[in-house]
């Protein structure tokens, strides 16, 4: 398949080289990058900046006796020790989350998780600071810890949230999805195959290699407060600032600079946040703080932690009929995900994925634990690669029981092209899709007939001979939703997921455009420049993008969920339509006849059955900012603003084939290959749109064979350091084997979806799929993730173990 | 305690703490922010540097440890306006998303053409590995190392 682009038009080169709209253009950000010129958070160095550090617990539940901070303070580097008794007296002991509860900002009557913010030093250097985090004297009273998430609710947990009035137990929510009765009749039915499991999504963390930090500065004398963070929605967190801390909006101002990677990690507030803002007016002089690789391990946004019990209900011949699961969601001390409101478990219940069904139903039930709080995050779309899990486990452990190729029960049960636009039994309405040509695309790329007859011949010479690895072929199909709103449907803290953009073309004809989102290495410099050019038929070159800055950008809700293009891209495509229309205007003034009378090729208005009259874009520019007697009503300059808010979520979508060699002698895993099929419509740049492909994917050999937050039974955390939670290298990954399909949306003004996390969502269960395939002759049905040599081993031995706890 | 070496052919002097990180010194107290820091384990390699042209991650080096050495950072791999073909091929195969890995990966894939001017995939992945990248999957990691091993020559600037 090629790539096409959603006009269909020609794609005019500028003089650089580079198209003008979609295609392949190398990025206008890399220079910087390349030379060591990047802005990073931990970059800023203000005038008298001092350094702020966090004193954290050690314990998983404790109860605070009393904190000494005399020693400290006395430290001659020491500026100022905050703790949650001063922060108390400003009201900011405690701050609202973005689900609707409160979080600890620092903790005043007990911690409730191992890393969790006691107290804030503020010091003249980063390791004076250190120093005299040792310097303080905390005494603790234990409390037994809350660490297994299917026993938070038995009657004997302690309770962990004692700070809200009347609870008496770790409950946060039951939601439900679906229609239990109509899902319950069809698993009645005497004819039906019921395949049951009990599935882990692990506790995970989205790890950016750059951690979260916050430069604050207060000018007293402006009231201004200038925040640097480490954020993937700069106006979001500025509002709720304005919210939390009290201090007026247009007094704020939230830069958030180059991002060494977000992957939805730098989408909450955290305490440390807050803690500078307030050291910097307790001490008049900037402060930084940035965290260490523990802290951001053990205490921000993690993701995932769905324990969930599955049912598949289908005819005998495999006709998948109903899909069923109660859930044990896992939010730790604090119920601090970031989602649309209206959806407690994100988009979870979209949990039947790519397949027609008579009938679905969905609960979850949410529980405190003495964890890190968080569980939206980590390139997951709002929970969607729990579901897309849950589905694609569920299909090849139906297909195990029944003795079905797993490619034939996915082609026989996805929703075929004429059913779109498709409404599942949960209500989501799919916008597009040919789910067959794309699946089909995958096992051809893979020769999938020729790969069952390889592992056909090795599992006859492993039986033969106990010698060599085995084989496992695993293949997943996943549907994403993307590009959050609509805005009635989806908010966070009450703000509407639109977003605003605006475009201005100076009267030399060069332009600038301004973007509520922030990109954290997608690129958006260079993607949206080509949306401009795309557009207008100006080079890419002469469009400065500018985001990341409140005082610069008009609001919007960030860059998460995959919406800059959904949502973004298509603000950035009607801004630039509203200017090419008001250059019309322009144009037919100075070509003295009516904008009727025009018609527009790239670059150009030009008289229909005469081009040779015509204006260019930039010509129009300069007559936008001139003398020139324009129609009345009509203003001068040439500029638009627009507020997008998406009809619908896109919903891109893909297949992929994922072959493993596994040692049978130390359980490893080897990928040998991995072939992956992505749909999201017209790639403006298919470059980039590849790399972040290649990035999910890696990440996704990464959740299914190596990363893992697990706790103790102490609730201490097993996972705080890159000694303990393996990343993949450059070892672990093959070389990608991508494919391209190309379905637009029929209603983003582009046809574009979103994509940044699909890999992510569709690439795990590929890599589970195929490990449990791979121990088929051991008679494995199924194991959680990672898929590490030790459970790989156990598995083989009949006994594989949850991996979220070091303890049974 | 004073300290001199040559960072990126220029000496420097300067009065430290004994206790101070090389990645710290070039960073706080030099300004050369190219190099990153990203762990506190020596796992994730964003700060690798050379020294005397060997390849360390700069937050296990203490400063006091690179007197008298010469270190090298990104911020020296252009020289005269012409970007090291290692740049060029990063930009040219799309081998930086964030770009918090890629001085260090940068650095990393000039020492190993330096030694290996031809290498396999599978020694240029070996020579990453100390490295880790969140954003690419390395495979255009891997494909920019091999646009600059076909490209040895400086070539004028595109970026």
């Keep these: 398949m090629t790539d096409t682009i959603a006009s269909g038009t020609e794609v005019p080169i500028s003089a650089a080289g580079n198209p003008i709209g979609f295609g392949r253009m190398l990025r206008k950000e890399d220079a910087r990058f390349l030379r060591g010129k990047g802005h990073f958070l931990d970059d800023v160095q203000l005038p008298g900046m001092l350094y702020g550090a966090i004193l954290r617990s050690p314990h998983a539940h404790a109860k605070i006796n009393s904190i000494d901070i005399s020693a400290a303070q006395a430290h001659p580097k020491v500026r100022a020790v905050i703790t949650g008794e001063v922060l108390a007296t400003l009201k900011l002991a405690w701050m609202p989350t973005l689900s609707g509860d409160v979080q600890a900002v620092l903790a005043t009557d007990k911690v409730r998780f191992q890393g969790q913010e006691v107290a804030f030093v503020v010091a003249e250097d980063r390791y004076a600071a250190r120093d005299a985090l040792e310097l303080i004297e905390v005494d603790y009273e234990l409390l037994p810890p809350v660490v297994d998430a299917c026993r938070a609710l038995d009657a004997d947990a302690a309770v962990i949230r004692t700070d809200l009035e009347g609870r008496t137990d770790n409950h946060i929510y039951d939601w439900e999805a679906g229609d239990a009765a109509a899902c319950e009749a069809v698993f009645a039915r005497p004819d039906v195959v019921v395949a049951k499991a009990d599935l882990l999504y692990p506790r995970s963390h989205p790890s950016p290699m750059e951690t979260c930090g916050s430069v604050a500065s207060m000018d007293k004398v402006t009231g201004k407060l200038t925040c640097w963070i480490t954020s993937q929605a700069p106006h979001a967190h500025r509002t709720v600032y304005a919210l939390v801390a009290g201090l007026p909006e247009h007094k704020i101002q939230v830069i958030s600079p180059d991002i060494g990677g977000g992957f939805g990690n730098k989408v909450p507030v955290y305490p440390g946040y807050v803690c500078v803002v307030v050291a910097s007016i307790v001490t008049g002089a900037p402060v930084k703080w940035v965290e260490d690789r523990s802290e951001n391990l053990m205490t921000t946004g993690f993701a995932r932690d769905y324990h969930m019990h599955g049912e598949i209900a289908a005819t005998p011949e495999g006709k998948i009929l109903a899909l069923r699961t109660h859930t044990i969601a896992d939010h730790g001390a604090f119920n601090a995900v970031a989602q649309p409101t209206k959806f407690p478990a994100g988009f979870f219940h979209i949990f039947t994925g790519s397949y027609d069904l008579e009938a679905a139903h969905c609960k979850v039930t949410a529980v405190y634990t003495n964890k890190a709080p968080g569980g939206v995050a980590y390139a997951c779309s709002f929970r969607i690669t729990e579901a897309v899990y849950f589905v694609e486990r569920m299909v090849d452990i139906l297909a195990h029981d029944l003795k079905m190729d797993p490619a034939e029960i996915r082609m026989k049960n996805l929703i075929q092209p004429d059913q779109f636009p498709y409404t599942t039994k949960t209500g989501w309405e799919y916008d597009s899709g040919d789910y067959p040509l794309t699946l089909q695309t995958t096992l051809d790329a893979a020769g999938y007939k020729a790969l069952r007859a390889e592992q056909a011949e090795e599992r006859a010479r492993y039986e033969r001979t106990g010698e060599g690895t085995l084989m496992g072929i695993g293949l997943s199909f996943f549907t994403e939703g993307v590009g959050a709103g609509p805005r009635n449907q989806m908010d966070i803290l009450g703000l509407g997921m639109a977003d605003g953009c605006e475009l201005r073309i100076h009267p030399t004809g060069k332009a600038v455009i301004r973007l509520s989102v922030q990109t954290q290495g997608q690129g958006h410099e260079t993607t949206f420049a080509q949306i401009v050019a795309h557009e207008l038929g100006l080079p890419p070159e002469d469009v400065e993008v500018v985001h990341g800055d409140t005082d610069q950008t008009p609001f919007g809700l960030g860059t998460y969920g995959s919406r800059s293009t959904p949502v973004s891209g298509a603000a950035a495509a009607v801004v630039s339509q509203r200017v090419r229309e008001k250059a019309r205007i322009v144009a037919a003034a100075a070509l003295e006849c009516s904008p009727e009378d025009l018609e527009w090729t790239p670059g150009r208005w030009q008289v229909k059955g005469s081009p040779t009259h015509g204006r260019t874009i930039q010509q129009i520019a300069l007559l936008a900012h001139s003398n020139l007697e324009l129609p009345e009503g009509v203003e001068g300059h040439l500029d638009a603003s627009a507020v997008y808010n998406p009809p619908n979520l896109t919903y891109p979508y893909g297949a992929y084939l994922c072959v493993v060699d596994v040692d049978p002698g130390t359980g490893g895993v080897k990928v040998r290959r991995f072939v992956a099929t992505d749909d999201c419509g017209p790639r403006i740049n298919p470059m980039i749109v590849e790399g972040q492909i290649h990035g999910g994917l890696a990440e996704g050999i990464g959740m299914a064979l190596m990363q893992v937050i697990a706790f103790d039974e102490s609730g201490n955390c097993l996972g705080g350091s890159f000694m303990d939670y393996l990343l993949p290298t450059a070892r672990e990954c093959p070389s990608w084997e991508t494919h391209t399909t190309v379905t637009p949306s029929p209603h983003h003004p582009l046809g574009c979806k979103g994509v940044g996390e699909s890999a992510t969502v569709g690439s795990p269960p590929a890599v589970v799929n195929a490990v449990i395939d791979a121990l088929a002759p051991f008679g494995v049905r199924h194991a959680d993730m990672p898929l590490n040599p030790a459970q790989v081993w156990l598995a083989m031995q009949g006994r594989p173990v949850r991996t979220d706890l070091a303890f049974t | ?159």
């Excluded at chain 2, 010469?70 to 081998?95: A, K, N, S, Y």
């Excluded at chain 2, 990691?141 to 040895?152: D, M, N």
């Design chain 2, 1 to 159: 305690m004073q300290v001199t070496m040559t960072i990126n052919g220029t000496e420097i002097s300067r009065e430290v703490e004994p206790r101070l990180l090389l990645v710290h010194f070039l960073r706080d107290h030099l300004g050369l922010t190219g190099t990153h820091w990203g762990c506190d384990t020596s796992n994730c390699g964003m700060c690798v540097v050379t020294m005397d042209g060997v390849l360390v991650k700069s937050c296990t080096v203490l400063t006091a440890m690179a007197g008298g050495r010469e270190i090298g950072t990104v911020e020296g791999m252009e020289r005269d306006g012409v970007l090291d073909p290692v740049q060029e091929g990063f930009m040219q195969e799309h081998g930086l998303q964030c770009g918090f890995c890629t001085p260090a990966m940068m650095l990393t894939a000039r020492a190993l053409l330096d030694a290996t001017p031809d290498p396999t995939v599978g020694e240029i992945r070996e020579a990453i590995c100390g490295t880790t990248c969140r954003c690419t999957g390395y495979e255009n990691i891997v494909r920019a190392v091999q646009w600059a091993a076909e490209h040895p020559a400086r070539e004028e600037v595109t970026a």
